[in-house]
């Protein structure tokens, strides 16, 4: 038997003012498409805005359905869009964003396991780490260099 261990490495900004005027600008896209989403079971809104290498942003918001199986969400939105528009495109950074319509969500809120699954398809695809930032709606803001640091032990098509 071994052990083996697995370090993850994030930064941490206090609030979204510590960002780059680049960042801060993509996540408040990111803000504001969380504004759009259709969220009436959960309450839980997310926005994602995707900086791609040609220059686009492209925004995704979750889009829930009341069969919960069929509804995606935000990240998924937006990196789907970005790989049907541009399959050529890069995507270099990610800005996640949720909000609560019950309580004010204070604590960074990471993407979830479909989610990261999917950042990791096309971190593989273009062989360049995607930067992904990621806040409630209020509070410290994380910064991964890569997906990777979420999901260190990734399903790729090298296991198929």
């Known amino acids: ?54 220059g686009k942003v492209i925004l995704g918001s979750n889009q829930e359905n009341a069969a919960y199986p069929s509804g995606l969400c935000a990240e998924r939105t937006a990196i789907f869009y970005a790989g049907s528009a541009y399959p050529e495109a890069k995507i270099l950074k990610m800005a996640i964003t949720a909000a609560s319509d019950t309580n004010q969500t204070q604590a960074p809120i990471p993407p979830c396991g479909s989610c990261r699954q999917s950042i990791a398809e096309y971190e593989i695809k273009q062989d360049t780490p995607i930067e992904i930032y990621f806040m ?18 990734m399903f790729d098509k090298k296991f198929l």
Do not use: C, H, W
Request: no cysteine; hydrophobic share 40%; proline share 3%.
């Open 136 to 153: 409630g709606e209020i509070g410290e803001v994380y910064k991964s260099a890569s997906l990777k640091n979420l999901l260190p032990f």
């Open 1 to 54: 038997m071994k052990e083996i261990s697995i370090t993850s490495s994030f930064t941490i900004y206090d609030n979204i003012n510590e960002l780059s005027q680049e960042i801060q600008d993509l996540m408040n896209q990111a803000v504001e498409i969380r504004e759009k989403a259709y969220a009436p079971y959960s309450q839980f809104k997310v926005g994602a805005a995707l900086l791609l290498d040609n």
